[in-house]
Structures are given as C-alpha cells and as structure tokens.
C-alpha cells in the first residue's frame, strides 16, 4: 500500500487561512496532539506503521454551514476529507488513510428537539445514546440503538456505518432507527434524507429511497450533521436468561428455535462457542467461570411491559430447558448481559501458543450468516485462525458468537474474535493476517453471506472481495461516488472506490 506524504506546510497554512475565520481559531488544529489522537481506531494495526495514517490537520465544525464550509474548501485544495465521531468503527472508516483534513463533530452534540407527540428526536450527530438516553428517560422515551460500543460511539458514526444494535432484533438497526438526516455532500450543497421528504416518517414512496444510500458508505459520500431518530417508549422490564449446554449442537439448536418461537418481547439470543468458553474462563475476570463440561453458552433477551416480558421470558425458558439447557442463575444472567453494553472492559491480553500471557489487542471479524450455514462457518474460520497462530505466535482464538440479526432467526451477526500482539506486529505477520481476514471474508461468501453485518468492509484483506459480494451492484457503487464526488475528497481511498476514477491510461 502506497503511503501519502503530509501536505506541504504552505499548503495547510492556505487551508488554515481558509478555515479559522468561519471556525474559530480554537477549532482548527495543527498540533500534534490533535493529529495524533484522531489518527487511529481500536482495530490493531502494526505499532510501527502508525505515523502512516496522521491527518494533516483537524476541524471542529459546529453547524452543517461550517461543515459545508469545510468541504468546500477542500475541494478547492483537492484535500481529502475524514468524518470522525466517536472513532470506535472497527473497519478504519475513520482512519485518515490519505492524510488531509479530519473533520470531527463531537462539536454537534446537541438535542434540538423532542417530540414526545409523535415519538421523535432530533439531534446533533455528535451525541451519544448513553447522553442521550439519560434525557429521553426523563421523558419514559428510550432510543434503542444499542451496540456493544454504545458509551462511545455516536449518532454519525451509527449512520456512517449503518450500525448493528444488540436489541436490533426487538426495535431495530440504526438503519431502521434513524428516520432522516442533513447530509452535507462531496461537493459542499446539503440536503435532507429520509421516507419521502418528510423528516419524522417511517414510510413514503415517493421518490429513491436515498436514506438507505446515505447510510454505510462509511463517510465516502458526505458527512451527516443532524439527525431526526424514532424512540420507543422505556422498557418497564428487561429478562436476560443465560444457559449453559453440554455440547455446540444443542446450543445452535437453542439460538435457533428462540428467535421461531415468536415472542413478540424477543430482542435477541447469542450462541458463544466453545472456544468463547475456554477463553472467558481462562482469561475474562469479569465473567464467572463455568465447569470445562460446557461447551457452549446461549444468552437472550427481552424487553417490554413487565407482564408481556414475564409471560415470554416463561416461554423461553421452557424452549431451553426442554432442549437440555442448564440456567446459570439470577448473577450471571444479569452480569453478562449489562457487560455486553460495554465491551471496552475486554482483558488486554491473550495468550501465546505455549500458554504464556502476553498484552494483546481485540479484534473482531463479523460477517452475516444464514442460521444453517452457521456451523460450517464455524469450523472453517477456527481453521484459519489455528494455521495463522501455528505460523505466528502474536495471535490468540478468543472465539466466537452468533448473535440474531432479526427477529425470525433468519440471519445472524457471526464474529471471531481476535487477540494480536500488537507491539510485535512486524511486517510478515501483518501480512499474514492480512491474508486470512481475505480468507474469512471469502468463506462468508461461500456460504452465501455478506463480509459485515456490522463494522463495514473497508480494512485490507476483507476490502479485495467486495467487488465479487456485490457483483453489478458496486459497479453502480462506483458511478455514484464519481458522480457526487468528482474530486475523490471524501474518505478517499476506502472501499476500492478509487478505482472510480481511473483513466484508459492510469
Ligand atoms: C468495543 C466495541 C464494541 C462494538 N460493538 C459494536 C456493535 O455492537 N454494533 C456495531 O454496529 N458496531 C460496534 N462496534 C463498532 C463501532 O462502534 C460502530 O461501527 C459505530 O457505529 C461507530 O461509531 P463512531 O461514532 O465511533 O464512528 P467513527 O468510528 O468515528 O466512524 C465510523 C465511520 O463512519 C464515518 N462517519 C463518522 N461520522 C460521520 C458523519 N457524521 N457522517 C458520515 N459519516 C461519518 C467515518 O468516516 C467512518 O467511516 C464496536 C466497537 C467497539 C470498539
């Protein structure tokens, strides 16, 4: 991969003259320390290669103007632009691959409006659902966009990538969630999407459904500012059973009859393998160690009234107790299922091959799978990782969930996790796991799956098999980000979307 060189200094005091004025001289910043810290997220990349990936300026804009205003500019300079939220995005989205300017708009977090009539919210896209929240709950509102990074990820980022929500199965994705937005695009004009042309609708017909385009292009094709979302009414009552089972194929069987049983307070069920096990015991503190006789656990959930929560949690715990589920009790259930929210609590190590700990960051491979192809997929993606950790001893199994997508058991968010060593990341073993994410995401593939239910698919490796997942359709890819970005400014370099502009001769 080719790295970009800083701009030159004359060049970022042209754009520094450009910006400060509209911005403010306090929120145009050229230090170091600004740089550095929005350079990276939390998926490992090696140590010494980090200097690579450093923008060469931050804004902090605080109206959709002043983000217009931004990208305006960069245009006339031909400088790439980065969205950054909360930078927690796990496929580099955020990551200032081609340097230029990151533009982050935690600035953007207020609440402009609750309609408690109409059940709606609009806000700043640099909020979060945990702030967020707080407020709504005074008002017995609740946003349920729920993922695992939800004390730090925020509302652009959720739409930038189209997010994934652990109770997605009950209230929906962010995709679902968010009913439109002001988008400022490539070229610096802002419109609204949404249903239709109103901005508190969840249905129209009229016209493309371009919402649904300006969501998951991972800040290729413009930058969201404001945000109006769909609440629910607050959750009287949560139920979170945990079961533990004697052997994988009865707990895939579980994962798979809860979500048909069609309780209607159902909000999801997620299978840990066995490796998942092996690992929480041997090396999460946090979690309560369970006998090596199981071999799997299955956790669900579900939200609503207290009567209808009671009367359905009945139903599900009949469904696994008559498929020989064991349920680990009251401290567990609850424990597990409150940490889900909040998986920034992970160990930081992991293990040699010899056993020895060593410090080690998470990473996380998902992708979507049919519920029948789960356990072939299983089997193949521990193979990967146990030939890798056989070449390179800087990689540990962390093993794997299922997790409902939706509420018929359908399809499922399927991860590997990954412990890599980072600080000994050299340049072959980098290699190495740059080939076997190609190798995971061509297995998903072969199953009939998609690379990502819910990061994205833009890290090296994945991001080579996206053209064969979507075939024609990111032909189509292609012709959009040329037509609204003719400049190629917007998160450059992402998605293979530079191909778009090359020539008969380049
Ligand atoms: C511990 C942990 C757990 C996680 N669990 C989940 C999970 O359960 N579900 C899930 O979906 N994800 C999960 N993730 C991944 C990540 O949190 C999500 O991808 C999240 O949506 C990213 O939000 P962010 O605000 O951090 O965005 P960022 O990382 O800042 O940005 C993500 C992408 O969106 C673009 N972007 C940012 N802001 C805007 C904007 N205003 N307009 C347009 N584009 C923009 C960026 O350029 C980038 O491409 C997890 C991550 C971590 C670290």
Redo the contacts with the bound molecule.
């Keep these: 991969m080719t790295v970009t060189e800083s701009l030159a200094q004359h060049v970022v005091d042209s754009l520094v003259a450009e910006l400060a004025p509209v911005l403010g001289d306090e929120h145009v910043l050229t230090s170091k320390t600004a740089r550095w810290n929005r350079a990276r ?3 490992p990349f090696p140590v010494h290669r980090w200097s690579e990936r450093v923008p060469d300026l931050v804004v902090l804009p605080a109206s959709t103007e002043e ?1 217009a205003h931004v990208v305006r500019v960069a245009n006339k300079y031909s400088v790439a632009i ?14 200032p691959e081609r340097r230029g300017i990151v ?1 982050d ?1 935690k600035r ?1 977090n207020q609440i402009h409006e609750i309609d408690l009539e109409n059940g709606t919210c609009t806000v700043g ?2 909020i ?1 659902m945990l702030k967020l929240n707080e407020v709504l709950g005074k008002h017995g509102f609740i946003y349920p966009d ?5 004390p ?15 109770v997605g199965s009950r209230y929906g ?2 995709r679902d969630l968010v009913l439109s ?1 002001d ?2 695009l490539p070229t610096g004009e802002t419109i609204t999407v949404g249903d239709g042309g109103g901005q508190k609708l969840t249905k129209s017909s009229s016209g493309y459904q371009l919402k649904h385009l ?1 969501m998951g ?9 404001r945000a109006t979302l769909k609440l629910f009414p607050k959750p009287e009552a949560e139920f979170s059973p945990f079961w533990a089972f004697a052997d994988y194929e009865t707990a895939y069987r579980a994962v798979g009859a809860l979500p048909r049983a069609g309780v209607a307070t159902f909000a999801g069920a997620v299978l840990f393998d066995e490796w998942k096990v092996d690992y929480l015991r041997r090396d999460d503190e946090a979690y309560i160690p369970q006998p090596s006789s199981v071999k799997a656990l299955v956790c669900a959930v579900a939200y609503g009234n207290e009567d209808e929560v009671r009367a359905g949690g009945r139903r599900l715990m009949r469904i696994a107790r008559d498929l020989g589920a064991r349920y680990l009790g009251d401290e567990i259930s609850e424990g597990d299922w409150a940490a ?1 929210h ?3 609590a ?1 160990p930081l190590h992991g293990r040699t091959r010899n056993g020895q700990v060593a410090p080690m960051s ?1 990473h ?1 491979e998902d992708a979507a799978i049919n519920y029948t192809r789960l356990p072939a997929v299983r089997v193949a993606w521990h193979g990967i990782l146990d030939r890798l950790r056989r070449d390179y001893d800087v990689f540990d199994d962390w093993g794997m969930f299922a997790y409902t997508s939706g509420n018929t058991g359908l399809d499922y ?1 399927t991860e590997i996790d990954v412990g890599i060593w980072e600080q000994e990341l050299d340049d072959r073993a980098w290699a190495a796991w740059v080939d076997a994410k190609r190798e995971i995401a061509a297995v998903s593939l072969a199953h009939g799956g998609s690379i990502s ?4 698919s ?1 890290r090296e490796g994945e991001v080579d098999l996206v053209p064969e997942e979507l075939g024609g359709a990111y032909e189509v890819m292609l012709k959009i980000k040329r037509a609204l970005d003719p400049n190629n400014v917007m ?1 450059p370099g ?1 998605y293979g979307l530079d191909r778009a502009y090359r020539t008969e001769d380049s």
């Design positions: 997220v939390p998926a983000v980065v969205p950054r939220d909360g930078g927690t995005g796990l496929t580099d989205g955020a990551v533009v708009v953007m896209v640099g979060n729920d993922p695992a990074s939800y730090c990820s925020l509302i652009g980022g959720r739409i930038g990538t189209s997010g994934w929500s652990l994705h962010s937005f988008m400022v300006f292009h991972q800040g290729t094709l413009g930058i969201a500012t889900r909040d998986r920034y992970t998470w996380c968010l239910a819910c990061h994205g833009c998160n992402k």
